[in-house]
């Protein structure tokens, strides 16, 4: 296909408002598209390399302009299109606007009448341009898109100025594409969708839907070596979390960086970013770690920073290693990287992406048994696999948060233990737990005395909101307070006991604590009347009063909304 035609189709494409229009145009240019299929509806997303190969163009606009320049004409320069690009806003009017077609520059001496530009041919040369780096990259890089812009007209300009920049903007997502491979070649959208969540490169997805149909598409496999998007998560409550689901699968949410491990025990380990960049330089000890796994394997899960006793550290120090190209090994004496797998998206020629989150996590527990158990030996290095459990209520969840929080972690996952896994989607089967809004200061009327390891403390807190004449209680809190704060409170309040009856105990009003929580309900358990949902300890608020806590009128308040 000339490149001309589809700068045509493109522009026509890009005049049309409404999405089932602009769908049936691209499903007639995929059609009518032949050999180019693939190029053609990557260029059309505004992409030269499919979407899990991380290389790019590197041009720049400095860079764009100059070959923008060149291809004008003697009377033009560089600064000439930065100012027309202050005019116009975008430049593919710009470029459409210099009128290049040829007449001028080098490439058209000796040549009267030049081979129009292909597809294909635009498509080889920005690949080689993407493969340039380094010394005398630039001015090689400035040919090539000078070589293209002198045989664009003006229409072809304007959509190769907008691709070696990253600016398509012909309206197309992936959500048209996907629907336009499902219209011209006659496939179910979800077949498609499943091709291109595995695949991760339309210009495939399209050809497969094209040449083998459905079946085709339903064997689209994954690849060691070759990146999926992430699953993603959407922010939820553990009360959305149990509603929803007969179970819930709990997670620690670990404070890193998303990593996607690919390890073929025959070839080579690649660790990715979340958005599928090729990080493996950065995280040797994530390579030497999956080193002993004996099968092909594809692992989701989180680069974690830790200290010398293998406790987590903020996000930032994550940072300082992540992207590195140099000083790694000056690097990993400062910041100690560990890897926490908590998916596995296939093992030894079997993908596991509709697996049930249940069965993934079992080949996860078996794949890493190896390596988890070699480094068991080592106490100070901690275990690899995330803490995992499946629970049906919201004790138990409370409970999950509170050890995650103890150890240093940014909080929870909840997650559907019968959910597939769907890559680059935010859907509802991934809940981090929300932080709460609202806060209420509460007294604390009422204590209860721990078990096992926290026997010597009082664990949990009896919490009591204002009224007219006294307090009426309202919940529990024993979510989120540390062996210290614990330690801290047994002594405050120890000599406040008022009365005892087993392992409760009654306490003078006192002390103030700032809870958050998920919900008020109605409930005849407390008091008030109420009872809050996963209240979870703030702060004491050593600055208050019991009479200046919060108040039942105001809990009512917040029901009311
Ligand atoms: N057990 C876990 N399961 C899934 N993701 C986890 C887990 N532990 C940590 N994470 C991290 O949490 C991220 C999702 O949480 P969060 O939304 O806070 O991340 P973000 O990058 O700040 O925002 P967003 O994903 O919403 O853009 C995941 O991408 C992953 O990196």
């Not at 949410?253 to 493996?280: C, I, M, W, Y």
């Not at 008022?498 to 998920?518: A, H, I, N, S």
Request: charged share 30%; glycine share 8%.
């Amino acid at each position: 296909m000339d490149f001309a035609d589809f700068a045509d189709r493109a522009a026509a494409v890009e005049a049309e408002s409404a999405d089932l229009e602009v769908t049936s145009l691209v499903a007639d240019l995929f059609v009518d598209s032949g050999i180019d299929l693939p190029v053609v509806a990557r260029l059309l997303l505004g992409r030269v390399v499919p979407a899990w190969d991380s290389t790019t163009l590197d041009v720049g606009p400095s860079l764009c302009h100059e070959a923008l320049a060149r291809a004008a004409g003697p009377n033009v320069i560089a600064d000439d299109v930065a100012d027309r690009l202050a005019e116009a806003g975008e430049i593919g009017a710009v470029a459409e606007s210099l009128d290049l077609d040829g007449q001028q520059g080098l490439a058209t001496f000796g040549a009267a009448d030049p081979e129009p530009l292909t597809v294909a041919e635009v498509d080889t040369r920005l690949r080689d341009l993407a493969a340039a780096a380094g010394a005398g990259s630039h001015d090689h890089k400035v040919d090539v898109l000078f070589g293209l812009f002198n045989r664009a007209d003006s229409l072809s300009a304007r959509y190769l100025a907008r691709l070696v920049l990253s600016e398509m903007r012909v309206g197309v997502g992936e959500g048209i594409v996907r629907d336009a491979i499902a219209e011209a070649f006659d496939v179910p959208v979800a077949a498609v969708e499943r091709a291109l969540q595995v695949e991760n490169d339309c210009g495939a997805v399209a050809v497969r839907a094209r040449d083998k149909g459905t079946d085709g598409l339903n064997a689209a496999a994954l690849v060691v070596g070759r990146p999926v998007s992430a699953m993603l998560a959407q922010a939820g409550t553990a009360v959305d979390a149990l509603d929803a689901w007969a179970s819930v699968a709990v997670e620690t949410k670990f404070d890193g960086a998303r990593v996607q491990v690919h390890h073929d025990p025959a070839g080579d380990t690649r660790v990715f970013s979340r958005n599928l960049e090729d990080v493996t330089d950065a995280l040797p000890e994530i390579v030497e770690f999956v080193a002993g796994i004996d099968v092909p394997v594809i692992l989701d899960g989180e680069a974690l920073a830790v200290d010398d006793a293998g406790d987590p550290l903020p996000f930032q120090e994550v940072l300082r290693r992540f992207r590195r190209k140099h000083d790694v090994a000056r690097m990993r004496e400062e910041v100690t990287i560990e890897f926490r797998a908590f998916d596995c998206l296939h093992v030894d020629g079997t993908d596991l992406l509709d697996a049930p989150l249940l069965d993934r996590r079992e080949r996860l527990t078996d794949v890493l048994s190896p390596v988890v158990d070699r480094r068991a030996t080592d106490a100070a290095r901690g275990a690899a696999l995330s803490p995992f459990a499946v629970v049906d209520g919201a004790d138990a969840i409370a409970a999950h948060e509170a050890d995650a929080l103890d150890a240093g972690h940014e909080g929870i996952m909840l997650k559907d233990p019968d959910s597939a896994y769907t890559p680059g989607k935010r859907g509802q089967n991934w809940l981090k737990r929300k932080p709460d809004v609202e806060t209420l200061d509460l007294v604390v009327t009422g204590a209860e005395w721990g078990e096992g390891r926290r026997a010597n403390h009082l664990g949990t807190f009896l919490l009591s909101a204002r009224a007219e004449d006294g307090f009426v209680t309202i919940g529990k809190v024993a979510t989120g307070i540390t062996d210290e704060r614990l330690a801290d409170l047994t002594d405050r309040l120890e000599p406040l006991i008022r009365g005892r009856e087993g392992t409760e105990v009654d306490v003078e009003p006192r002390v103030v604590l700032e809870v958050g929580y998920e919900e008020i309900q109605a409930s005849p358990t407390y008091g008030s009347g109420y009872a809050l949902r996963f209240p979870r300890f703030v702060a004491v608020r050593e600055d208050k009063t019991p009479n200046e806590a919060d108040s039942l009128a105001r809990v009512e308040r917040l029901v009311d909304g």
